[in-house]
């Protein structure tokens, strides 16, 4: 089993930037593909970016692209989502996700462990 706890969600102002943290704990993350996706009020979980085991492969969303970043540090257990230039069509809950041993990237059911979210909030 794994755990996985977001932070850094907040109140920003458009053009403003965060960054997100996902801390894992009770497995190593070793091997993991690491996803961030986010969920608006009344709108389906979307995928955002996600990041391998090594680094050496990412991908994002369209929506994100040129603004977003996503990095690990396998030594703490943790990924991160950098965002910058941040719209107000970015106010979301962001959740963070773990995958192992499946393919692809983007879809939900690909990843089987899951964070309880942190809320973004950017105003206009």
């Known amino acids: 089993q794994v755990q996985l706890v977001e932070s850094g969600g907040g109140l920003v102002q458009a053009g403003g930037s965060l960054t997100l943290s996902c801390v894992a704990s009770?497995?190593?993350?070793?091997?993991?593909?690491m996803g961030w996706f986010r969920q608006a009020p009344g709108k389906e979980r979307d995928f955002v970016a996600s990041?391998?085991?090594?680094?050496?492969?990412?991908h994002y969303a369209d929506s994100v692209k040129g603004r977003f970043t996503i990095s690990r540090d396998n030594a703490k257990n943790t990924v991160y989502l950098h965002m910058n230039s941040l719209k107000p069509e970015d106010t979301a809950v962001y959740y963070c996700?773990?995958?192992?041993?499946?393919?692809?990237?983007?879809?939900?059911?690909?990843?089987?462990?899951w964070g309880q979210g942190t809320q973004v909030t950017v105003s206009s």
């Open positions: 996700a773990a995958k192992w041993g499946v393919s692809g990237y983007d879809l939900r059911a690909l990843y089987g462990y």
């Open positions: 009770g497995r190593t993350l070793s091997s993991s593909t």
């Open positions: 990041i391998t085991w090594s680094g050496d492969s990412t």
